[in-house]
């Protein structure tokens, strides 16, 4: 395990068009987090997994956003009817949760989303 | 919700010299503090944190600082080099997620 994993490290797409993003977080970690950046600023927190459920949602998650973690492990992250304010990295971490302490809280290397 | 802010946004030292950033959070029932490292164009790296029960910790030349009671928590660097120009964020967590500052721009010049 080499860490968490984001596909694709690029996209371009037009406006309007549907987008796609994977994370694969650490193996034996239980929460998975998507946050989004942009230049000059520090990531912003969309939503997160325990295990295979959604347990908060940012308001800045509008409904073109949904975020999906099926089987616990893998997530994805689609942005429907793309805009111009879409452009961002998207960032994903993973963690482990026990109690109220967060363990291994580590960033993949993100998502450069680019809508033209 | 919770509101982390960081200052300064921009940071220039010469090397060798220390440097400072400061955070500072709202909700107190804030138990957990990572700073993390971020060089152009590649992911965010944690490089040192804190936990609520603990007022200091260091890690050769980083070191991280919490007053609870004030609410605010610094990361020092000393004898910056280089190779530690970078931006630094700050994060706070709250319950059950991560809130960052905007970052800190540290500029170590040669």
């Known amino acids: 395990d080499t860490g968490v994993s984001q596909d694709p490290r690029h996209k371009i797409t037009k406006r309007g068009q549907n987008v796609t993003f994977r994370c694969d977080p650490i193996?034996?970690?239980?929460?998975l987090y998507w946050y989004r950046q942009t230049l000059g600023q520090g990531p912003e927190f969309l939503t997160y997994f325990q295990n295979e459920a959604q347990l908060e949602k940012s308001r800045l998650l509008s409904d073109r956003f949904s975020a999906e973690r099926p089987k616990g492990s893998f997530s994805t992250l689609e942005i429907q009817r793309t805009e111009q304010g879409d452009s961002a990295m998207y960032l994903c971490a993973s963690s482990s949760m026990f109690g109220d302490r967060l363990y291994g809280y580590t960033f993949g290397s993100g998502t450069r989303l680019t809508v033209v | 919700g919770e509101n982390v802010e960081q200052h300064p946004s921009t940071l220039s030292v010469q090397e060798g010299d220390s440097a400072v950033i400061k955070c500072t959070y709202s909700d107190s029932a804030s138990n957990y503090f990572p700073w993390y490292k971020q060089e152009l164009g590649k992911r965010p790296q944690l490089i040192i944190d804190?936990?609520?029960?603990?007022g200091e910790k260091k890690d050769q030349r980083i070191a991280v600082t919490l007053n609870k009671t004030a609410k605010h928590f610094s990361l020092h660097i000393t004898e910056t080099q280089p190779e530690d120009s970078a931006v630094y964020f700050c994060a706070a967590k709250v319950t059950n997620d991560m809130r960052f500052g905007a970052g800190t721009r540290l500029t170590v010049k040669p």
């Open positions: 193996s034996e970690h239980n929460r």
């Open positions: 804190i936990r609520s029960n603990v």
